[in-house]
């Protein structure tokens, strides 16, 4: 069972000279559920090497179980430092595939060709992919063989437009991820803020925001029979 994960290389939050990139919760969380289902992992990224951490996803508040293992696990953060490049990945070698978020993927995964030729093929091949929180970004451009966007007609999950306005992004961020999946017809629902909110749409899985990684990855795992 091979699953590659799929992390920004974007560091800049727009124009507030901040920083950005991938949230480690949506990382660590999915990575323990594979990994400790037998799951042979490859991270991947669109510079490739070391992805940026989001510094909010890295204070005390958002630490977890998975957080504190991912940071302690040198095997673990080897393979964060080395991110294979993603215009190298052959989707041919893989059984699924997982999109952690933060808010890079809004930048460069969304329209990162590489990207949106991996996600079109595992989606038209039947292979199961996740993603969670920002990462459902990823569906920005890509399109099925019918011509439309591959979430249209599909029921959906990501970062809410109320989270989004909770965490004072609304303005910053180049588009919501509510309002993306709804505009390329996406039958999008939530959950609570901020409580795991996962859904599952034939080989298609998304989540709502950072609790709802562990419950994608579960979800995932179950889409490839295990």
């Not at 290389?9 to 480690?24: A, C, I, Y």
């Not at 991110?83 to 190298?88: F, I």
């Not at 509510?178 to 039958?187: F, V, Y």
């Amino acid at each position: 069972m091979n699953v590659l994960l799929i992390l920004t290389s974007h560091d800049r939050l727009g124009d507030t000279g901040k920083k950005t990139g991938f949230w480690l919760e949506e990382l660590a969380a999915p990575y323990y559920v594979l990994l400790d289902a037998g799951a042979t992992l490859t991270l991947a990224s669109p510079a490739g090497g070391q992805p940026p951490l989001d510094p909010q996803s890295d204070v005390a508040a958002a630490q977890t179980e998975a957080t504190q293992r991912f940071k302690k696990d040198d095997k673990a953060q080897r393979a964060l430092a080395h991110t294979t490049k993603l215009a190298e990945i052959d989707p041919d070698g893989f059984d699924a595939v997982f999109y952690p978020g933060g808010h890079g993927p809004l930048w460069d995964l969304a329209e990162n060709a590489d990207s949106q030729r991996i996600i079109e093929i595992f989606i038209t091949d039947g292979r199961p992919l996740a993603a969670v929180c920002h990462a459902p970004a990823i569906f920005q451009h890509t399109k099925g063989i019918d011509g439309k966007s591959l979430v249209s007609g599909r029921r959906v999950t990501g970062f809410s437009n109320t989270e989004e306005a909770a965490v004072g992004l609304a303005e910053v961020v180049p588009f919501p991820v509510e309002d993306l999946l709804k505009a390329n017809g996406g039958l999008y629902t939530k959950g609570p803020d901020w409580a795991s909110h996962v859904v599952v749409d034939g080989n298609l899985v998304t989540g709502q925001n950072p609790a709802s990684s562990a419950a994608a990855a579960r979800a995932l795992l179950k889409l490839l029979g295990g």
